[in-house]
């Protein structure tokens, strides 16, 4: 168990749809990053947060949107459904800003679009 | 930019046997280089990481893995492999002059070992 948590574990939606993933990280990490992880794409770096602000943008569509809440928690909001949005979504914490500092991740969130 | 290459796609290991995973890398600074692993329907899990000093490491549930500056190298190492190790394997790298750079991850080995 790495201390981080994801919720859902599981999620079934309709193209078009809007949904929240939320990630709780560590207790004390002020890093939250979010991946996406599909069989064609393999794991790809979406945005990373720390301390509320947003620090590094990856390949996240402009569909999706995330923020870090004042007690570090984040949500992970994606809209406008598509099916190749179907993924395993993964939300992963460190103590700092990167670096050094290795990444914890959670269960992951699987996406299910239909 | 950095970059990470995993250029087997699955590595096929019986029990016992010395267990390896190559990786090589792409960094303009100097490398801080990563190993996870991730079992089915799991999150990754961190190995081992490199970030300065003696250039092999050590890990856990056995493993190691050496870092080769000259042939930007770092592959994954377990001497007796189990049939537990068998996973995706991920090696990822991050340029050590930029904090807040990401965490490249390569495209992932499938080890499969066999009993």
């Known amino acids: 168990d790495s201390g981080v948590t994801q919720t859902p574990k599981h999620l079934i939606t309709a193209t078009g749809q809007r949904v929240t993933l939320r990630c709780s990280p560590r207790?004390?990490?002020?890093?939250v990053y979010w991946y996406q992880q599909s069989l064609d794409q393999g794991l790809q770096f979406l945005i990373h947060?720390?301390?509320?602000?947003?620090?590094a943008k990856g390949n996240i569509l402009e569909r999706f949107s995330a923020q870090q809440f004042p007690d570090l928690h984040s949500e992970l909001n994606l809209s406008s459904l598509e099916l190749g949005d179907s993924a395993l979504y993964f939300c992963?914490?460190?103590?700092?800003?990167?670096?050094?500092?290795?990444?914890?991740f959670g269960p992951g969130t699987r996406l299910t679009v239909l | 930019a950095q970059s990470v290459a995993q250029p087997e796609d699955q590595v096929n290991v019986a029990e016992g046997n010395p267990l390896t995973v190559k990786c090589t890398y792409s960094?303009?600074?100097?490398?801080?280089l990563f190993w996870y692993v991730q079992y089915p329907n799991r999150g990754l899990q961190f190995l081992l990481k490199y970030i300065t000093g003696d250039n092999l490491v050590k890990g856990s549930y056995g493993f190691e893995a050496e870092f080769n500056k000259s042939q930007t190298s770092f592959h994954l190492k377990k001497p007796s492999a189990l049939v537990s190790d068998s996973a995706l394997y991920f090696c990822a790298v991050r340029d050590g002059r930029d904090s807040w750079g990401k965490l490249q991850f390569g495209a992932g080995t499938q080890v499969v070992v066999t009993p």
């Open positions: 992963a914490s460190s103590p700092g800003p990167g670096g050094y500092n290795e990444q914890f």
């Open positions: 947060y720390y301390n509320g602000e947003e620090r």
């Open positions: 207790s004390g990490d002020l890093s």
């Open positions: 960094v303009s600074g100097n490398p801080y």
